[in-house]
Nanobody, 121 residues
Framework: VQLQASGGGLVQAGGSLRLACTHSGPIYTNYIAGWFRQAPGKEREFVAL????????YYGNSVKGRFTISKDNAKKMVTLQMNSLKPEDTAIYFC???????????????WGQGTLVTVSS
């Protein structure tokens, strides 16, 4: 599975961005697609995940209520709609894939290259 993330950019606080992650190769039924982020000098942080088969999702506390993860099985694409962005959301955002419904980066087997999101105050 190869992942390609896109959609990052510069936005003012309070604004919105939509990230996309395109998956190439097979999508296994119970596979999980996730988003993580990493700010300079900080550890990688879980953002959100979704199960390809059921659409069940789970969010990190810092983004709950502001971000929405969704999927398009036909396009093999997962999107992350980010609203009410804050300067602390500034980070490189990575998409990932793996078999476990998990918020741990170590449980994900495949990673995209990352896309930079910068939120100005």
């Amino acid at each position: 599975v190869q992942l390609q993330a896109s959609g990052g950019g510069l936005v003012q606080a309070g604004g919105s961005l939509r990230l996309a992650c395109t998956h190439s190769g097979p999508i296994y039924t119970n596979y999980i697609a996730g988003w993580f982020r990493q700010a300079p000098g900080k550890e990688r942080e879980f953002v959100a995940l979704i199960r390809w088969s059921s659409g069940s999702s789970y969010y990190g506390n810092s983004v709950k209520g502001r971000f929405t993860i969704s999927k398009d099985n036909a396009k093999k694409m997962v999107t992350l709609q980010m609203n009410s962005l804050k300067p602390e959301d500034t980070a490189i955002y990575f998409c990932a894939a793996g078999p476990a419904f998990s918020n741990l980066a170590s449980d994900y087997e495949n990673w995209g290259q990352g896309t930079l999101v910068t939120v100005s105050s």
